[in-house]
């Protein structure tokens, strides 16, 4: 399966700001709409962003307004911009295909990039 690295997490406060990076490995990337993801540890994987092939994004209710997502398919990478966080923002964020394919994700899941948002 193809590889993706997450970076760009770390700890911030309460209104701050942090970007988010997602790297893929293969130009298979460019043929996917990809999405962001996030995890607690008591909360199972949720999609927060997504953005087509061709760059149309949709967002979560829960962080529309807040986040911008972005990608450059010459790099085969994605951005997450998050500005405005909160505490329950705090979480374990993960990039992958939008959507399963055949029952399985089409790229392999990356040690995702943590958040931390203090109050």
């Known amino acids: 399966q193809v590889q993706l690295v997450e970076s760009g997490g770390g700890l911030v406060q309460t209104g701050g700001s942090l970007r988010l990076s997602c790297a893929a490995s293969?130009?298979?990337?460019?043929?996917?709409?990809m999405a962001w993801f996030r995890e607690t540890p008591t909360n199972h994987r949720e999609w927060v962003a997504g953005?087509?092939?061709?760059?149309?994004?949709n967002y979560a209710d829960s962080v529309q307004g807040r986040f911008t997502i972005s990608r450059d398919n010459a790099k085969n990478t994605m951005s997450l911009q998050m500005n405005r966080l909160k505490p329950e923002d705090t979480a374990l964020y993960y990039c992958?295909?939008?959507?399963?394919?055949?029952?399985?994700?089409?790229?392999?899941w990356g040690r995702g990039t943590q958040v931390t948002v203090s109050s």
């Open positions: 293969h130009d298979l990337f460019k043929v996917y709409d």
């Open positions: 953005i087509t092939m061709r760059g149309a994004e």
């Open positions: 992958n295909a939008a959507e399963p394919v055949g029952g399985q994700f089409p790229f392999a």
